[in-house]
T-cell receptor, first 117, second 112 residues
Framework: GAVVSQHPSRVICKSGTSVKIECRSL??????MFWYRQFPKQSLMLMAT?????????EQGVEKDKFLINHASLTLSTLTVTSAHPEDSSFYIC?????????????FGPGTRLTVL | AQSVTQLDSQVPVFEEAPVELRCNYS??????LFWYVQYPNQGLQLLLK??????LVESINGFEAEFNKSQTSFHLRKPSVHISDTAEYFC??????????FGKGTTLSVSS
């Protein structure tokens, strides 16, 4: 199967700092990349969808100025949490898709645990 | 808008017992349905999916799910579970051209 990596796997930062999380599709070119957020014992909530070279589309309620997404290539997307606060502490998961129609698949990274002190 | 409801947040079972994890969805259009599994400290893995055709789909490790359009359900079943099946299971739905939308997950705990 296709592999999606995330870096870092875990990050602790001080309130007010910015944190960048990288998501890479290692062995395929991703049509689209997605960023999800997962709170403890809760579901994955879609934050945004991005296509290479285009601006990300954010879900309702997600602050685009706080969660900056850059999709520089077909294999790399980054999520920057700007001026992080404790309430931003969460598990962030990226996903990369390939194919269309019946051949469409989404592959998930292992996630990044962000803790803001 | 689509939504997914997983009716059980936790399902404890003994090894070799059968299990059913329930999933209902709502959507005004045709959807694709998925079950993902998340083992401790690992990423999500696709377990099985329904796109079209036969309403009964199976995974390589003995799980199966049946798409029931009239009941808008996609319940996951396994006739005999193993300790290694202990994990978080997520039901998900998507329409063509959109991202996956997930349910809240069901924790399956298998004990001996």
């Amino acid at each position: 199967g296709a592999v999606v990596s995330q870096h870092p796997s875990r990050v602790i930062c001080k309130s007010g700092t910015s944190v960048k999380i990288e998501c890479r599709s290692l062995d395929f070119q991703a049509t689209t990349m997605f960023w999800y957020r997962q709170f403890p014992k809760q579901s994955l909530m879609l934050m945004a969808t991005s296509n290479e070279g285009s601006k990300a589309t954010y879900e309702q309620g997600v602050e685009k100025d706080k969660f900056l997404i850059n999709h520089a290539s077909l294999t790399l997307s980054t999520l920057t949490v700007t001026s992080a606060h404790p309430e931003d502490s969460s598990f962030y998961i990226c996903s990369a898709s390939r194919g269309t129609g019946g051949g469409y698949e989404q592959f998930f990274g292992p996630g990044t645990r962000l803790t803001v002190l | 808008a689509q939504s997914v409801t997983q009716l059980d947040s936790q399902v404890p079972v003994f090894e070799e017992a059968p299990v059913e994890l329930r999933c209902n969805y709502s959507s005004s259009v045709s959807v694709y349905l998925f079950w993902y599994v998340q083992y401790p400290n690992q990423g999500l893995q696709l377990l099985l999916k329904y796109l079209s055709g036969s309403t009964l789909v199976e995974s390589i490790n003995g799980f199966e799910a049946e798409f029931n359009k009239s009941q808008t359900s996609f319940h996951l079943r396994k006739p005999s579970v193993h300790i290694s099946d202990t994990a978080e299971y997520f039901c998900a739905v998507r329409q063509a051209g959109t991202a996956l939308i997930f349910g809240k997950g069901t924790t399956l705990s298998v004990s001996s």
